[in-house]
């Protein structure tokens, strides 16, 4: 299978106004996004409020969004769990419905359960060993885990589903080029995330795609592709023209901003987040909405 690159962004999870998770927004949103010329598309990740779905709920989604996708795009379903027999359970059932890839999070628990560099590299080797898809590795402050480069690149050595990398820690360029130097051929997928806010500077040390959310994808998504054609300064000019909203959504307005912006499209029903996350201020939303017009985000007029 040649090398997955592009944009692969996060799909958002629509909740109705009660707070139960919104089935039928979920299927626009994915059709949405595959109309945003996504090259493919992740499931069940921090953007799509995974940390606050129940097991039932992701069993229910991972179904519903790889039948509804059908092989339109590739989808990548997220995984992450402290137990590496949960985790090894959720990768399972993402291989069997069809998932092209999983990524994960090395394993934590709150601040003070982390495994040590063995621990991380006995649940990625028992994961890899329990399905036929790559894995890849998001490292993310979010985690509170310290992934070495060395560690990164023993890993895509020597457990051959690793192979894709998420880096979206501080300095992402910086160590995309360090893991693309020591790891060489077998980091086959280097990605950024963190709604694409350094993907210059990512493109430069070497990455291949990146993972943002499902705002904006039509517009980075042609940054990506020029860059990686050869046309620099082409993609330069677009990415300084896209790099005000990415900031807004970075800065200023967090997972929200997807679901607001859909919801103002019709895209989703509601743009209802799960307690304990709050709503977007009035004025916060005012402002993205007023960027997203400017910008004429497809998702903005999507539904109406």
Request: aromatic share 4%; hydrophobic share 45%; charged share 20%.
């Amino acid at each position: 299978m040649s090398a997955m690159t592009g944009v692969f962004p996060i799909a958002p999870t629509p909740f109705t106004a009660s707070g139960d998770v919104d089935l039928e927004s979920q299927k626009r949103v994915l059709d949405c996004m595959i109309d945003q010329k996504v090259d493919g598309i992740c499931i069940l990740a921090n953007y799509s409020e995974q940390f606050l779905l129940s097991d039932a709920e992701r069993e229910t989604l991972l179904t519903l969004c790889l039948d509804h996708v059908a092989g339109r795009v590739p989808v990548i379903a997220t995984c992450s769990h402290f137990s590496t027999r949960v985790a090894v359970d959720r990768a399972r059932r993402a291989d069997a419905a069809g998932a092209a890839m999983i990524m994960m999070m090395p394993p934590y628990h709150g601040t003070g359960l982390r495994a040590d560099e063995t621990g991380i590299m006995e649940h990625f080797s028992e994961i890899g060993a329990a399905i036929s898809i790559p894995i890849m590795i998001q490292d993310a402050p979010l985690s509170g885990v310290s992934l070495s480069v060395s560690l990164l690149a023993k890993m895509a050595t020597d457990i051959p589903n690793v192979s894709y990398f998420k880096i979206e820690t501080q300095q992402a360029a910086a160590k995309l080029r360090a893991l693309i130097a020591v790891g060489g051929a077998d980091v086959e997928g280097p990605f950024d995330g963190e709604e694409s806010i350094t993907l210059l500077a990512d493109l430069e040390a070497g990455a291949t795609g990146t993972m943002p959310s499902a705002l904006l994808p039509e517009l980075i998504g042609p940054v990506v592709r020029k860059y990686l054609a050869g046309d620099v300064d082409a993609a330069a000019a677009d990415y300084d023209r896209i790099l005000p909203l990415i900031n807004y959504e970075n800065r200023q307005c967090g997972l929200l901003a997807t679901k607001v912006v859909m919801c103002a499209g019709g895209v989703i029903a509601h743009d209802t987040v799960r307690h304990p996350l709050k709503p977007m201020h009035p004025a916060t939303r005012s402002r993205l909405l007023e960027l997203a017009a400017k910008y004429d985000l497809l998702a903005l007029g999507w539904g109406k």
